[in-house]
Each structure stands twice: as structure tokens, then as C-alpha cells.
């Protein structure tokens, strides 16, 4: 991933992908510095956006909420006293979402950079989610999502990985 972000022209994405694999690679501060930047360009495309349609700006919406919950995964993993509470907005977040597989798949995406999918607190998640993919025809996602709740499966989670999940942003 480290090698298409090189190449990949500068903007909102750019930084959300730098973010990612700072989390990825524990380095936390550089993470939060390319969020910050990353939402201070979105910021400034949904401005652009909105003026054409919001039709035109959800995908740049959808970036800011994946730069949301990237700040919420270095809590998660440098505030063990706060997972409780970010598992939980999680749950909801996920409750109140409008159920579209590729969207729900991102969202699990970034949160296995926290933690496994074989969190008992979000095994639900995971399994609606997979419920999702298979009435929708994605049966490979569905089967990768039931690998992860699996409790004696824990396939690695990769930068690469991640970015072919993120990149329809």
C-alpha cells in the first residue's frame, strides 16, 4: 500500500491512506497528524461538492467518517480503559447505518486494525454484515467475515488488504 500511496496524487485520500498505515504500524502521532490533514482537505472538497449535489460529496463524506473512526482504533488500542465505550459506538454506529454491504465491510475493515473480529462485542456486527454480503451475492466477503469471528481463525490483517477494501472511497 505504502508503494500505491507514492504514486497516488495528493488529497484527502492520499492522507487517509498514510493514516491507515501509520495505525497499521503503531505510529500514532504520524497518524493523527495526516487525519488532521486529510479532514482539513475534506472539509474543503465537500464544500466544492455540495455546490455540484450531495449525491456528489457522499463518497467524500464516507472518507470522513473512516478518518473518525481511525482516531477511535488509536484510542482503542492506546486507551485500554476506553474500549468498552468505543466498542459500543461501534455497536450503535453499526445499529443505525443504512445496511449497504460495501459500506459495512470498510467499517470492519478499519476496526480490525484495532482488534479481531472475534471480539465477542462485535461478533454481531461481523455476522450481520456477512448475512448481508450473501443475500447480496458477495459470497467471498461473507465467507472472509465468518473466518474472522471465528475464534481460532485470525487471518493477518494487511495494509494491502485494507486498501482494496477502502479504495471504492
Not at 507514492?6 to 502521532?29: E, M, Q, R
Not at 495526516?34 to 482537505?41: D, E, V, W
Not at 474543503?44 to 461538492?49: F, G, V
Request: aromatic share 8%; hydrophobic share 40%.
Amino acid at each position: 500500500m505504502a508503494d500505491y500511496v507514492a504514486f497516488h496524487p495528493k488529497g484527502t485520500s492520499k492522507s487517509l491512506y498514510k493514516a491507515i498505515i501509520d495505525v497499521h504500524h503503531g505510529d500514532y502521532a504520524s497518524a493523527f497528524s495526516h487525519i488532521a490533514k486529510a479532514q482539513s482537505l475534506s472539509y474543503d472538497e465537500l464544500q466544492a461538492q455540495l455546490g455540484v449535489g450531495p449525491q456528489v460529496a457522499l463518497k467524500t463524506l464516507a472518507k470522513t467518517e473512516v478518518l473518525v473512526e481511525l482516531q477511535e482504533v488509536i484510542q482503542y488500542k492506546s486507551q485500554p480503559d476506553a474500549r468498552e465505550h468505543i466498542l459500543g459506538l461501534w455497536q450503535a454506529r453499526f445499529k443505525r447505518s443504512h445496511a449497504d454491504a460495501n459500506s459495512w465491510l470498510k467499517r470492519l475493515q478499519v476496526w480490525t486494525l484495532a482488534c479481531p473480529g472475534s471480539v465477542t462485542d462485535l461478533q454481531s456486527c461481523y455476522l450481520d454484515c456477512a448475512k448481508l454480503c450473501e443475500s447480496s451475492g458477495m459470497h467471498d466477503a461473507a465467507q472472509r467475515l465468518i473466518a474472522w469471528v471465528t475464534p481460532d481463525v485470525h487471518p493477518a490483517v494487511s495494509c494491502v488488504s485494507t486498501h482494496r477494501l477502502i479504495t471504492g472511497l
